[in-house]
């Protein structure tokens, strides 16, 4: 029977993939960790289980004692944090997935899911339609993490046959949980004020296009990716995927469609700068070829999904 562990459970990701998790295999089947428990009652009908993603000696007790198959690694500090606090981020990022492949390279589970981001490209890379291989030069803490995250990951599959597999998320947009300190989590504050009847004062320039994805599609490609036979995965270090990409003045323009009072304003931060050295939108050939993917929300339907969700 498969057994999997969600470690950063606790996270905006973390509680969207478990409750896919939980409607996909069953309760019983998923338990969470975190160094705090959820607050979603839902996530908390799992098993829970306190771990510090950091501290190798705890991470190889859970990972040695709870026979688990499966292992998503999801700890991570994000960009805007990351750049206040980025040797913080650094030792973060780096020494709890560290941690998880030394577990797996020993034989403690099947198989490991850990996130990548489109945090990895930099101002070289292709801006439109960025493909899957290209030049590599992250302008934050949290974009290098993910660079060798992907290469670590390479090597254990490479050198020890660890079957670590990984997406390269855009921005992600749910509505389980509060934004969580990245640089496209604007458009989440952005569904709130609108909800709440609130002007809402953007930290990007309205002009700034990012890919986005909707949860739903995210937790979705995540287990297809999981489920895929290992012969068919071809990318040892992150896949691309797209969802669908906007720009803060096309979001406000769709959220006015549906909510007319609402508006927003600019006021540029670091945070700009950030988004200024990521792609406009994604090529993800790699991942409908080798797993069948395809996103299900475009730009439309991804906000009338979240005003939706938000409103009940």
Not at 33 to 48: A, G, H, K
Not at 98 to 107: F, P, Q, R, S, Y
Not at 148 to 167: C, M, N, P, Q
Not at 278 to 289: G, H, Q, T
Request: net charge negative.
């Amino acid at each position: 029977m498969e057994k999997h562990l969600v470690i950063g459970a606790s996270g905006q990701l973390g509680i969207e993939l478990t409750l896919g998790m939980q409607a996909r295999y069953g309760i019983d089947a998923v338990v969470v960790s975190d160094i705090r428990q959820s607050t979603d009652l839902d996530v908390n009908r799992s098993e829970f289980i306190l771990l510090d993603a950091s501290d190798a000696h705890a991470v190889r007790k859970v990972l040695a004692e709870g026979k688990f198959t499966h292992v998503y690694h999801l700890v991570a500090m994000l960009s805007a944090r990351g750049e206040q606090n980025p040797l913080d981020a650094w030792d973060l990022n780096m020494k709890s997935l560290i941690n998880v492949l030394e577990c797996a390279k020993d034989g403690l589970f099947e198989k490991m899911f850990w996130p990548s981001s489109i945090a990895v490209f930099g101002p070289n890379a292709p801006k439109t339609q960025t493909p899957q291989n290209t030049f590599c030069d992250p302008t934050t803490v949290y974009g290098v993490s993910k660079v060798a995250g992907e290469l670590w990951a390479k090597y254990y599959f490479e050198h020890y046959g660890v079957d670590v597999r990984s997406i390269r998320y855009p921005g992600l947009i749910g509505h389980r949980s509060q934004p969580g300190g990245g640089t496209t989590d604007y458009a989440v504050e952005a569904f709130y004020c609108a909800l709440e009847d609130k002007p809402f004062e953007c930290y990007l320039e309205h002009y700034e296009t990012l890919p986005m994805m909707h949860m739903e599609d995210a937790v979705r490609a995540t287990l297809e990716l999981m489920e895929t036979s290992k012969e068919n995965i071809t990318v040892r270090t992150s896949y691309n995927l797209a969802g669908c990409s906007f720009s803060p003045s096309e979001l406000n323009s769709e959220i006015v469609k549906i909510i007319p009072e609402f508006s927003t304003s600019y006021k540029p931060d670091l945070r700009q700068q950030i988004a200024a050295s990521w792609p406009d939108s994604i090529n993800d050939e790699a991942a409908r070829s080798d797993w069948g993917w395809s996103a299900k929300y475009n730009t439309t339907g991804l906000i009338k999904a979240m005003l939706q969700a938000l409103k009940v």
